[in-house]
T-cell receptor, first 112, second 113 residues
């Protein structure tokens, strides 16, 4: 199975609501990244959080990292229809050489 | 504008045929990556290259080959040995190591005729 596992697999919300998704991993990491993918497109980098950080913000995005629980969460506040996409976490494993390991993603639908 | 260009956008492969997917970047990035994405799934790493003339196998390299003769180019060949090649293929690049954000192309969708 993949290192990063997102939960839930799919999420449907109304415009203006907040969306929260979680990522769990199994072994120690150096950092964790979140990406967005619009349907049929490539991924776009959203935010990177290092293992010694607990929280980061970027615009309407808030990412937390709990290394004791081996989990991270991505919160999108005041969601918009344009936030409809799949969101992936990618872990930088300490033992994995120079590569990222991507999770299966959370598909978010924001209804207008 | 700098970015990553993948071509073609759609590609069809016949049985027993090798096909090559193109990936070009003008971001002056040292590292480049190829991923495979199956429907509704995450990304799996096929090959990656940290520097010209050097590359490493990822998690699912069997049936694929790559070359890195130029910094800006990292073509992927899907060989006839890859028995289930139907997927969405994504190329990415980063400045250097894995701590750097990866920039992605818009993918090539490969199907079997």
């Amino acid at each position: 199975s993949q290192q990063g596992e997102e939960d839930p697999q799919a999420l449907s919300i109304q415009e203006g609501e907040n969306a929260t998704m979680n990522c769990s991993y199994k072994t120690s990491i150096n950092n964790l990244q979140w990406y967005r993918q619009n349907s049929g497109r490539g991924l776009v980098h959203l935010i990177l959080i290092r293992s010694n950080e607990r929280e980061k913000h970027s615009g309407r995005l808030r990412v937390t990292l709990d290394t004791s629980k081996k989990s991270s969460s991505l919160l999108i506040t005041a969601s918009r229809a344009a936030d409809t996409a799949s969101y992936f976490c990618a872990t930088d494993l300490k033992a994995a050489g120079n590569k990222l390991t991507f999770g299966g993603g959370t598909r978010v639908l924001v209804k207008p | 504008d700098g970015g990553i260009t993948q071509s073609p956008k759609y590609l069809f492969r016949k049985e027993g045929q090798n096909v090559t997917l193109s990936c070009e970047q003008n971001l002056n990035h040292d590292a480049m990556y190829w991923y495979r994405q199956d429907p509704g799934q995450g990304l799996r790493l096929i090959y990656y290259s940290q520097i010209v003339n050097d590359f490493q196998k990822g998690d699912i390299a069997e049936g694929y080959s790559v070359s890195r003769e130029k910094k800006e180019s990292f073509p992927l060949t899907v060989t006839s040995a890859q028995k289930n090649p139907t997927a969405f293929y994504l190329c990415a690049s980063s400045i250097g190591g894995k701590i750097d954000p990866q920039h992605f192309g818009d993918g090539t969708r490969l199907s079997i005729l």
